[in-house]
């Protein structure tokens, strides 16, 4: 029977996991020792782009204390992240960013290590540096890497979902912008770390802190050659993912490779200036946008272009490169659509997913047009958007089915709270409120190789004691993942969560879950413990009933005992376990979870589609002090469309979390870089990687946060999600950054089109403006781009079939509808 | 200058235990702690002193474990995070932080909640800007530090109410 009340999901508690991280007994990776332990250091180019003509490790072999040294020689086989990219070697002979690992020393310590990797003698051939996307579109030679679309061009397409010149050629207005949105990267507070040695049952063990340990596992079986029945990852806790761990890396492959090698264990802990090498952060994406509306305030169509800056790899960059458009018309009714984006290569640390994987940056440039778009059209940029949100379980131009859809109703929470009506372009100069809106994915739709196995697998074991053990490969990076585990199975079962214990990402024991990345793990998890949870709930019903004599289907189960609801008999959950345990043997059970079909049909149709997605509101509050250009940010109110919120202090903490990093990023973070002077080598060097340096928000710079979780009622839950559940770790930040732009512009009449909005920024457009100019900061020219034809698909509203569509019937698609 | 020896054997007081121990005398208060001791409970973020993860309390004073060689340390009352709770009852800054939401992924958690107590052992009433300004120092990508200050807050609050009774 179902309970008219939920009992855990919505309560307020102590996360299943919180007592260890305060008391230290948590483990990460680099807590974790073993006997006769050696430690790895990796030798990285000092070159940005280099050929490794020849390698001298003898001397290094020979220094005392050393147990072995590796080299390109030892790793024939590369790997990556996507099937399309894999295009890393754990250690290489073509360097390819300043940092990218050309050699390991493996010795009984650090100090020792790292003495031996000064007596590694490499010659570098240096190549040409390809430093930034117009390098490499000018530069087709010498090629980064030999695959990818040509020259120096990783990813390069085109969709056109309806005829978008004919959508702007009717529009009232054609607003064209341009944006550019900088690079960023993670900076968790672990640096990674992992552990591999063979275990006692003679089968490699790496433990790790990835976010993935599915994915990592499957390519250490590749690179190591070995039967992936014969490899055991163990995703330790992460202190911090936000996307970096989400890649298999070089040293977790080196380690792995040394200890099979040595039969010793072997640990690597990165340095922090390692980390900012690592990176597969937020891609720098210049953008233009040109949107056609209607006097009274509709979107006709857009048409945006992408130009990204991919770093030395592929990582994620093929996702990443659709990302920087497919989402952009799930906020907002677009009718037509058109998206071109091309990620070219260059001689930095690879970008890849950051916690909004590529969307970000587009999310930022449509919420400032919209601002201008507002002002234009006389209209209040809140009421704008409230008139053109997309309707509930609705598809848009390019074929992505949306659920349920709260964004009304965040607006109007952030409107009221920070009594916009009232203060909104009325405050004095140097105040002003910025409002942006955003929509994220829970889960991406399509696994990253393609399979039909399911996305999420959770097995449970019930046993005679009264323990409740949870299986599940999802991984815990400390957005509470495992609370969420323990909360919808407690709340199927109407058990405490501290009666259940989680296993969690492990591919040794837990079914294979596809980690920790693109908001997936509260719906796909949180359906396979649902899942399995109710069939052990079934088999506990069936027993307890027999011995209540009632009907099974009659029974309740809450606060531990399993209560007939039409009577006062009862018995407590232990005695039904008990009962069940006799009635058929060993208890326990498996579900799992894959996600609905896309709709889309056309190549490429795999990108975007989501079992649900979330939706936030935001309004930032900025002062500006016209002298310095000094921006102070005194509140932020959000709204985050959560569906249902499984636990209100965790939800709150990512709500939270997701401002703090989207602040940060609006105001100061920058992957940025420099070139050596050139006596010195000219080498394209991160330009500060450090924490020092690299500026993030402290304690002393956060703003007041007022948080609004906005949940459906009964009635319009989303179906797809468990108890209504929606993701809440990335969706929120995306409003944050151009909600702060637009802040600007109200406090100081200044646009600041590009990110990070910088006081010499913002100054300089004070400057322009009061010298009677465009009082404009941004990109000023979109370069040329070989973007290909567009692949030309029909949208449902105009009869389309999700399929890509012959270009010649392009136009007679068109005319029918009109 | 005498001669540092290579290794070095001496008594260091950890956690109000004595612990003798022997380790390379180039080595930090953070390496000793985490390698020497097994006391893993205090992390690392950089090594570099500008991440606070690693802080520790030294005679009281919160100090960066990464920027302190363990050989200084001889005589000094050091505490970790591993000597803070009571028995098996948390310390009521451990448990506010865990209940507030003041750790997420817990990987500064250590270092801030021993900056923290550092504070309230010497201020009790810290105000919240105080509380900010003694945390400032421990980085965290996490919480947006809100619920930090937070637990902070509640915890200060308890810790006066049993000095009450």
């Known amino acids: 029977m179902k309970k008219t009340r939920l009992e855990v999901v919505g309560k307020a508690r102590r996360r299943v996991d919180g007592r260890a991280k305060v008391t230290g007994h948590l483990k990460f990776a680099d807590d974790l020792s073993a006997p006769r332990m050696l430690h790895c250091k990796l030798l990285r180019s000092p070159h940005p782009h280099a050929l490794v003509e020849s390698i001298d490790t003898s001397k290094a072999e020979k220094h005392p204390g050393v147990h072995l040294v590796l080299t390109k020689k030892d790793f024939p086989v590369p790997f990556g992240i996507m099937p399309v990219s894999i295009d890393e070697f754990p250690l290489t002979d073509h360097a390819r960013h300043v940092g990218d690992p050309v050699a390991a020393v493996i010795a009984v310590d650090e100090q020792t290590a790292d003495e031996a990797l000064r007596l590694i003698q490499i010659r570098f051939s240096p190549l040409r540096t390809i430093s930034d996307p117009e390098d490499a579109l000018k530069n087709p030679d010498p090629r980064i890497h030999d695959y990818g679309e040509q020259g120096n061009i990783h990813r390069n397409q085109s969709y056109e979902f ?12 054609v607003f064209e912008d341009l944006f550019f949105y900088q690079g960023n990267t993670h900076l968790p507070m672990e640096e990674q770390a992992t552990l591999a040695l063979v275990d006692g049952d003679g089968k490699l063990l790496v433990q790790s802190s990835t976010q993935n340990p599915h994915y990592l596992h499957r390519q250490l079986a590749r690179v190591l050659q070995l039967s992936a029945a014969k490899v055991r990852v163990i995703a330790t806790p992460n202190g911090g993912g936000f996307g970096g761990k989400c890649d298999p890396a070089n040293h977790e492959m080196v380690v792995a490779k040394a ?21 597969r952060g937020r891609h720098p994406v210049l953008m233009k946008m040109r949107t056609g509306v209607t006097r009274d305030g509709k979107l006709t169509g857009m048409h945006l272009q992408t130009l990204l800056d991919g770093g030395g790899y592929g990582s994620h960059g093929p996702a990443s490169t659709f990302y920087t458009g497919v989402l952009t018309p799930v906020t907002y009714e677009l009718p037509r659509f058109k998206f071109e984006a091309c990620r070219t290569f260059t001689n930095k640390p690879a970008c890849g997913p950051k916690r909004g994987h590529g969307t970000p940056q587009p999310r930022f440039g449509q919420e400032v047009q919209l601002d201008k778009i507002a002002e ?6 809140a009421e704008l958007r409230l008139g053109m949100i997309n309707k509930p379980n609705s598809l848009t131009a390019n074929w992505l089915r949306i659920g349920s859809i709260g964004l009304e109703q965040c607006i109007r929470e952030v409107v009221a709270r920070s009594k916009w009506k009232d203060r909104f372009r009325k405050q004095p100069e140097g105040k002003g409120l910025g409002l942006a809106c955003s929509s994220y994915m829970c889960g991406a739709g399509l696994p990253i190789y393609w399979n039909k196995l399911p996305h999420s697998g959770v097995q449970l074991l019930v046993d005679r004691s009264g323990q409740v053990t949870v299986y599940c490969g999802a991984t815990e990076i400390g957005q509470g993942s495992d609370d969420v585990l323990a909360s919808i199975v407690a709340e199927v079962l109407g058990i405490d969560t501290d009666m259940i214990r989680c296993v969690t990402g492990d591919t040794g024991i837990t079914p294979v879950d596809l980690g920790s990345y693109s908001s997936r793990v509260t719906i796909m998890m949180g359906n396979a413990a649902m899942e399995a949870a109710e069939k052990v709930r079934l088999q506990l019903a069936e027993a307890a009933a027999e011995q209540l004599e009632v009907i099974p289907t009659e029974l309740l189960f809450s606060n531990g005992k399993v209560v007939h609801a039409g009577s006062s008999k009862s018995m407590s959950f232990l005695e039904a376990i008990q009962f069940a345990e006799s009635k058929f043997g060993t208890l326990g059970s498996v579900g799992s979870y894959a996600p609905p079909k896309p709709p889309g049909k056309y190549k490429g149709a795999g990108v975007g589609p989501s079992p649900a997605y979330s939706f936030s509101a935001c309004v930032v509050e ?13 509140k932020i109110w959000i709204a985050h469309d959560i569906g249902r919120t499984i636990n209100p202090v965790l939800a709150q903490g990512q709500v939270i979390g997701s401002v703090y990093m989207g602040l940060s990023e609006a105001l100061m973070e920058e992957q940025a870089f420099r070139r050596l002077p050139e006596k010195l080598s000219q080498a394209l060097v991160h330009k500060m990687p450090s924490m020092l340096e690299y500026k993030s928000l402290t304690s002393l710079d956060m703003p007041d946060v007022d948080v609004a979780l906005i949940e459906q009622s009964e009635e319009m839950r989303d179906p797809n999600c468990p108890f209504g559940a929606k993701e809440v770790g990335q969706g929120p930040l995306l409003p944050v950054m151009p909600a702060l732009a637009n802040a600007i512009y109200d406090a100081v009449g200044v646009r600041i089109d590009e990110i990070p909005v910088t006081p010499d920024k913002v100054l300089r457009a004070l400057e322009l403006k009061n010298s009677g100019k465009n009082p404009r900061v941004g990109p000023e020219h979109f370069p040329s781009v070989p973007y290909p034809e567009p692949v030309f698909v029909a949208t449902p509203q105009e009869g389309g079939d999700g399929k890509e569509t012959k270009k010649e019937e392009k136009k007679r698609a068109a005319a029918a509808v009109v | 200058m005498a001669a540092v020896p290579d290794r070095v054997h001496l008594q260091l007081s950890v956690n109000g235990e004595p612990a003798p121990v022997s380790f390379s005398s180039y080595k930090t208060l953070l390496e000793v702690l985490r390698e020497d001791l097994d006391l893993t409970g205090t992390k690392h973020g950089c090594e570099l ?8 309390l030294v005679d009281g004073e919160p100090v960066l474990s990464c920027l302190v060689l363990a050989l200084e340390c001889e005589g ?24 507030l939401g003041g750790s997420q992924c817990g990987y500064c958690t250590p270092g801030v909640i021993m900056a923290a107590k550092a504070l309230l052992d010497r201020n009790p009433n810290a105000s919240r800007e105080e509380i900010k300004e003694a945390t400032a120092g421990n980085l965290c990508r996490c919480t947006g530090y809100l619920q930090i200050t937070e637990a902070v807050e509640r915890a200060a609050a308890e810790l006066r109410e049993e000095r009450r009774k």
Do not use: M, N, S
Not at chain 1, 162 to 173: I, M, P, Q, S
Not at chain 1, 622 to 631: L, N
């Open chain 2, 49 to 56: 002193g500008e991440c606070g993860a690693c802080t520790v």
């Open chain 1, 376 to 381: 234009k059209l006389g209209k209040d940029p």
């Open chain 2, 76 to 99: 000094k009352r050091i505490e970790t995070i591993e000597g803070l709770a009571r028995g098996a009852e948390l310390h009521p800054l451990q448990a506010a932080f865990t209940d």
């Open chain 1, 622 to 634: 900025a002062e500006v002090d016209p002298k310095t250009g000094w921006i102070h940010v005194p």
């Open chain 1, 259 to 279: 200890a099979l090698v040595l039969g010793r264990p072997v640990k690597i802990g990165l340095t922090r200036e390692e980390v900012f090498y690592q990176h």
């Open chain 1, 162 to 173: 309806g005829d978008v010149d004919e959508a702007l050629a009717k529009a009232d207005h």
